[in-house]
């Protein structure tokens, strides 16, 4: 199947810093991913769409000046957590859509997720 | 009501035996329906997907969709312990605003020896 690369895989950052997360399609052209966060024992939130070129599309209740998202190219996505704070320590994972089949819905490819943890 | 609902469990199953998940969701315009496998500490990965009625068979696993009754299950069959995880329900709803994937809470299976 499709490849969907994330990094860094864990990090672990001081409140009020900024962090930058890596959403790289390895095997494929990705024009929209997807940027999910994930709280412990709960289920994955969308948090925005990123399409390549254009703004990305967020989620109601989602801060866009917090959470920056750049779609500069057809592989790679980056999500950057401004000013992080301790509420913001989750599992943030990207993905991408990709059909498989002509006609067929499309599925949704994971990265490996990010751990942050902010002190 | 939340749009996807899944048991939280968990579902204990003896090894060999069939686990029954299911999931049912709010909005009557879902077209694609997924089942996505995550272990502990990792990202989900899929399973399988369905979109028309009846039943889905790939190897072990069996996806039933009953789009009158907003419901979708999942058959694990032969179970394994290497089938312990979170199996995440997901549904594809076409919007205008675009289309996007909402996930159930997920439902934990232990299968044990």
């Known amino acids: 199947g499709a490849v969907v690369s994330q990094h860094p895989s864990r990090v672990i950052c001081k409140s009020g810093t900024s962090v930058k997360i890596e959403c790289r399609s390895l095997d494929f052209q990705a024009t929209t991913m997807f940027w999910y966060r994930q709280f412990p024992k709960q289920s994955l939130m969308l948090m925005a769409t990123?399409?390549?070129?254009?703004?990305?599309?967020?989620e109601q209740g989602v801060e866009k000046d917090k959470f920056l998202i750049n779609h500069a190219s057809l592989t790679l996505s980056t999500l950057t957590v401004t000013s992080a704070h301790p509420e913001d320590s989750s599992f943030y994972i990207c993905?991408?859509?990709?059909?498989?089949?002509?006609?067929?819905?499309?599925?949704?490819?994971f990265g490996e997720g990010s751990r942050l943890t902010v002190l | 009501q939340k749009e996807v609902e899944q048991n939280s469990g968990p579902l204990s199953v003896p090894e060999g035996a069939i686990a029954s998940l299911n999931c049912t969701y709010s909005d009557r315009g879902s077209q694609s329906f997924f089942w996505y496998r995550q272990y502990s500490g990792k990202s989900p990965e899929l399973i399988m997907f369905i979109y028309s009625n009846g039943d889905k068979e790939d190897g072990r696993f069996t996806a039933q969709l009953n789009k009158a009754s907003q419901y979708v299950s999942l058959l694990i069959r032969d179970s394994q312990p290497s089938d312990s995880a979170t199996y995440l329900c997901?549904?594809?709803?076409?919007?205008?605003?675009?289309?996007?994937?909402?996930f159930g809470g997920g439902t934990r299976v232990l299968v044990k020896p």
């Open positions: 997901a549904v594809k709803v076409i919007k205008a605003a675009g289309n996007k994937l909402t």
């Open positions: 993905s991408a859509r990709v059909t498989q089949l002509a006609g067929g819905p499309q599925e949704l490819f």
């Open positions: 990123s399409n390549e070129g254009s703004k990305a599309t967020y």
